[in-house]
């Protein structure tokens, strides 16, 4: 899994804080499943409390539809909240984070009773830093956040369908075969605004295509009155480049040009 990790600013200011966010990217780093990443993200992790970074970065997650898990370093407590001009500011900051985070990651049942009070308890996950406490591991830290990590995917993986399903069905409503070719359309539009598509999903995507009878010159007009057309005459370069679809079961003319390239470009395979 690719994973951005993103830790506030204000958070390394603290020579304690600083050795732990060490730590922590340590053990998540040795992670056989997980690599470092500002490319073809998959998940981000925010930690710390709220500040303007995170809050750019969270934004930028929410526009672009990637999901985030948010840790927010017992920063709920206002206590414990960074010495800022504005509590007004920070609160909203923070508020924003949370509302938008797929799952919450918490460090102990104080912060989770905390947290419950203004957010939905079934999105709090209470993994154990064995930073502050002897009560868990490394070892144990590390696959608790590798399932954290494929949970928040996984969910957000089934929004973004739920979603597109119903978009397919409004938009081809006589033809169930056409709107499984339009999901994928769908799906590989979204994967493009976040900056990269799997090679897998191409692959995923020419299988109604070449194995689905439906009507493609319906399609076709379906496409060029919704302004979607250009974009798949793109896509199906893209898949005849890549070897996964042929000229006969394109509904549209490929179209190389340097959008088409881009996209190609953006194409990556997944490690095993």
């Known amino acids: 899994m690719n994973l951005q990790l993103v ?72 206590w414990n909240a960074p010495a800022i001009t504005s509590m007004a500011k920070w609160c909203s900051m923070e508020n924003y984070l949370l509302r938008h985070a797929t799952l919450i990651h918490v460090c102990g049942d104080m912060e989770l009773t905390e947290l419950e009070k203004r957010h939905d308890k079934n999105l709090i996950i209470v993994i154990a830093d064995p930073y502050v406490t002897r009560l868990t591991t490394e070892a144990q830290f590390q696959t608790q956040l590798n399932g954290l990590y494929e949970q928040a995917t996984r969910m957000h993986e089934e929004h973004i369908w739920e979603v597109i399903q119903k978009e397919a069905a409004q938009a081809c409503p006589n033809d169930i075969n056409m709107q499984k070719v339009h999901q994928w359309l769908i799906y590989v539009t979204y994967l493009y605004k976040r900056d990269f598509i799997h090679r897998d999903t191409l692959k995923l995507m020419a299988e109604p295509m070449t ?49 088409a390239r881009k996209i190609n470009a953006s194409v990556f395979q997944r490690e095993a």
């Not at 056989?32 to 992790?45: A, C, G, M, Q, Y």
């Open 7 to 78: 830790i506030s600013p204000s958070q390394l200011e603290n020579e304690l804080y600083k050795k732990r966010m060490t730590r922590l990217q340590q053990v998540i780093g040795d992670s056989p499943r997980v690599t470092f990443s500002d490319k073809h993200i998959e998940l981000i992790h925010l930690v710390g409390a709220a500040d303007n970074r995170l809050l750019e970065v969270a934004r930028n997650a929410v526009r672009k539809k990637i999901p985030y898990v948010y840790t927010p370093l017992e920063s709920a407590f206002t």
């Open 211 to 259: 194995q689905l009878h439906y009507d493609e010159e319906a399609y076709a007009a379906f496409l060029h009155k919704t302004g979607k057309d250009k974009f798949l005459a793109r896509i199906e370069f893209v898949m005849q480049e890549q070897g996964l679809l042929t000229e006969g079961f394109m509904p549209l003319p490929a179209r190389e040009d340097k959008a």
